[in-house]
C-alpha cells in the first residue's frame, strides 16, 4: 500500500507501544506492497479492556511528537481519532477484536507488531461477506495473488464464522458484490481501479475457490494446510501428504516461527 507520509511516520512512531496483545491490522499491513491507498489505521487488542489505554497512551506520544490529535470517538471498545500534522491527516482507531487465530502475532520493524497474514486474509474474507465495500473486492484479489489461493482462505475463514459453510462463505461474498463503476471510484488506488477487469478477476477467483471447496471433506472445514512448512492450499485428493492447523486462543505455532518469517516475506514481495 502507497502510504501517505503522515501513516508512515505514525506508523513508526507508534511501533514502540504494540504488543503481542496490541497490534496494527486490517488492510494497511494486507496491502503495504500495493497500489490500494487505505484512509485509517486500525489497531487491534484482544482485550477491550486494552482499548482505551492504548488509545491514551499512542495520543499522548502523539501529542509529544507534534501532532494534532482530535477525538471522533471515545467508547469502551473502540476509540477513533483524526491525527494532523502540516495539513496532512489520517485517522486512526483502537479497536478490540477477537483473540482467535490461527498464528500468533507477529513483530513488524514498520508496525511494531501485526496480524500474520494468514490471519489478515480470513479476517478479510469474514468483512467481504459482512458488508457492502468495493475496497473489499480489491483486497481478496490481492490475498488470492499474494498470500494464498482464496479457496483455502475461505476454508480456514470457515473455523472463524460459526453457522457458516465455506460454500456459504462465497455465496455471501458473491451476493455482497454488486458494484458500480461510481462504487469503485471511491476507492483510492494509484494506479486507478479498472472496474470491468477486478469484477471479472473477483467473479474467476470465487469460481475457482468455489470448485476447491466443493472437493473438500466438511470435516476438515476451518483448518490450514501446511506442506514443508508452507502454508498452502491442499489437494483435495492427498489431504493426508499436509500438515493441518486449527485455530486457537490468541493463535499458535505448528513447528516455529520460521512459518511466519517466510509468509512475511511472501507477501510484502510479490514476484
Not at 481519532?81 to 482467535?100: P, Y
Not at 487465530?101 to 507488531?113: I, K, L, S
Not at 475463514?157 to 456459504?168: H, I, R, V, Y
Request: aromatic share 8%; with cysteine.
Amino acid at each position: 500500500m502507497p502510504l501517505s507520509k503522515i501513516q508512515t511516520e505514525v506508523l513508526r512512531l507508534l511501533a514502540a507501544n504494540r504488543d503481542p496483545e496490541s497490534y496494527v491490522g486490517g488492510s494497511t499491513p494486507l496491502n503495504r506492497e500495493m497500489p490500494r491507498f487505505s484512509a485509517d489505521i486500525d489497531f487491534f487488542h484482544d482485550r477491550e479492556e486494552r482499548v482505551a489505554a492504548s488509545a491514551e497512551q499512542d495520543g499522548a506520544l502523539l501529542g509529544e511528537s507534534g501532532y494534532s490529535l482530535r477525538w471522533t470517538r471515545r467508547d469502551p471498545a473502540i476509540y477513533a481519532a483524526v491525527v494532523d500534522r502540516n495539513g496532512d491527516a489520517t485517522k486512526l482507531e483502537w479497536v478490540a477484536d477477537s483473540d482467535f487465530r490461527f498464528f500468533p502475532t507477529v513483530r513488524d520493524e514498520a508496525f511494531g507488531y501485526v496480524l500474520h497474514p494468514v490471519d489478515l486474509a480470513t479476517n478479510k474474507v469474514s468483512a467481504a461477506y459482512g458488508r457492502r465495500e468495493p475496497r473489499d473486492v480489491v483486497d481478496l484479489i490481492t490475498i488470492h495473488e499474494l498470500i494464498l489461493p482464496l479457496g483455502a482462505v475461505v476454508w480456514a475463514a470457515a473455523g472463524k464464522a460459526l453457522g457458516f459453510t465455506p460454500e456459504g462463505i462465497i455465496h455471501e461474498i458473491r451476493r455482497m458484490a454488486r458494484y458500480t463503476e461510481a462504487d469503485f471510484r471511491r476507492v483510492a488506488c494509484d494506479p486507478p481501479i479498472d472496474p470491468a477487469a477486478t469484477m471479472t478477476r473477483v467473479r474467476n477467483v470465487l469460481d475457482e475457490a468455489e470448485a476447491f471447496v466443493m472437493r473438500m471433506p466438511t470435516e476438515k472445514a476451518g483448518l490450514v494446510f501446511l506442506m514443508g512448512g508452507r502454508i498452502v492450499q491442499p489437494d483435495p485428493e492427498r489431504l493426508n501428504d499436509y500438515q493441518t492447523h486449527a485455530g486457537q486462543k490468541r493463535g499458535h505455532w505448528p513447528t516455529s516461527s520460521e512459518i511466519s518469517s517466510a509468509m512475511l516475506e511472501s507477501y510484502r514481495k510479490p514476484e
